[in-house]
């Protein structure tokens, strides 16, 4: 069956665009969550979704960063006024349900550049 | 608070000869571990986990991981490298809500 879909794959910006990241989880996949991989970080957690609750913030860098979930199904991921600091590879992954015994399912993941 | 340290940033093998990449965490509960591996220019895949059940773990491709309490330690060990398995490995670690913590990543080089 199809597997997590993210776009754009790359994205280049100029300093203080926004940008919107977008991630389509495996269908029947109540969870959703966001991830960044930058050289200086490691992979580190922005953000999850779980069905129709109020999403989970507590890893966004900066009020800049802000995410949606419609429908229960597919996410953006927008940055306000980007930085060169928030260029990263950014992941999407799905899962059954957030209790941490089900795996997540990653998607190819966005790379962002900010020029 | 939930961390895994990953003591090997780079890891080189032989083909053929074994292969270990140590992993130590830190769980505030009993741990939910996993080892995911990325390919070059690939997504993320999940190797194996554990979650309270059997201490030894199989996973794919030849892969396991013996989780240890008393070393609070998560290691990926496979008795055989193939060339196929370089890649970047994470060790992770997960909380109660799922929220995976990961481990800075060892990178395999297998030589032929």
């Known amino acids: 069956g199809a597997g997590v879909s993210q776009s754009p794959s790359n994205k280049v910006t100029e300093k203080g665009k926004d940008v919107e990241l977008r991630c389509d989880p495996i269908s029947g996949h109540t969870a959703l969550y966001w991830y960044r991989q930058s050289l200086g970080q490691g992979l580190e957690f922005l953000i999850y979704f779980q069905g129709n609750s109020a999403p989970d913030k507590s890893g966004l860098p900066s009020d800049r960063f802000s995410a949606e979930r419609t429908g229960g199904s597919v996410s953006t991921l927008t940055i306000q006024r980007t930085q060169q600091e928030d260029s990263a590879v950014y992941l999407c992954a799905s899962s059954l349900s957030v209790d941490r015994g089900y795996e997540q399912y990653f998607g190819p993941g966005t790379r962002l550049t900010v020029t | 608070a939930q961390s895994v340290t990953q003591l090997d940033s780079h890891v080189s093998v032989s083909e053929g000869t074994p292969v270990l990449l140590r992993c130590n965490y830190s769980s505030s509960y009993s741990p939910s571990l996993f080892w995911y591996v990325q390919h070059p220019n690939k997504g993320l895949q999940l190797l194996l986990k554990y979650t309270s059940a059997a201490t030894l773990v199989k996973g794919i491709n030849g892969f396991e991981a013996e989780f240890k309490k008393s070393e609070t330690s998560f290691h990926l060990t496979k008795p055989s490298a193939h060339m196929s398995d370089a890649a970047e490995y994470f060790c992770?670690?997960?909380?109660?809500?799922?929220?995976?913590?990961f481990g800075r990543g060892t990178q395999l080089t297998v030589w032929p």
């Open positions: 992770v670690v997960s909380d109660l809500l799922g929220r995976l913590y």
